[in-house]
């Protein structure tokens, strides 16, 4: 298939587009069955144009969660053409008290003094 014959190269893609949000919620559930404590974001992107599924996955190789639906999203966006594209990313640390020491009162402006 050509540049010129990919669907999606004339316009944009759109959740107006019954396939696209059936395939965000099938990859949703894919995941959910094997990492039932992982959220997720959708987002359209533009490169390349598509609606990425931002996965956040408490797992130490996020490389699982895409072993884990591989083989669909290939014939998702090989053979349907449909630009949905997964990225399981890790959460978010809190800060490490022990080597990340908060700063009190930053930005607070500064304390008021006490009267003697």
């Given at each position: ?54 996965t956040t996955v408490d797992l130490e190789d ?25 990225i399981p990313v890790r959460p978010l640390a ?23």
């Amino acid at each position: 298939m050509t540049d010129d014959e990919f669907p999606y190269h004339d316009h944009e893609p759109s959740m107006t587009d019954p396939r696209i949000p059936a395939r965000v919620a099938e990859f949703q559930d894919l995941i959910l069955a094997r990492f039932p404590d992982a959220t997720f974001e959708v987002r359209r992107g533009s490169e390349p144009p598509g609606f990425y599924v931002w996965t956040t996955v408490d797992l130490e190789d996020t490389t699982e969660v895409l072993d884990a639906i591989m083989d669909r999203l290939l014939e998702v966006q090989v053979e349907e053409y449909l630009p949905v594209y997964v990225i399981p990313v890790r959460p978010l640390a809190p800060p490490n008290p022990v080597t990340e020491p908060a700063i009190v009162g930053a930005g607070l402006g500064a304390a008021p003094s006490a009267a003697p």
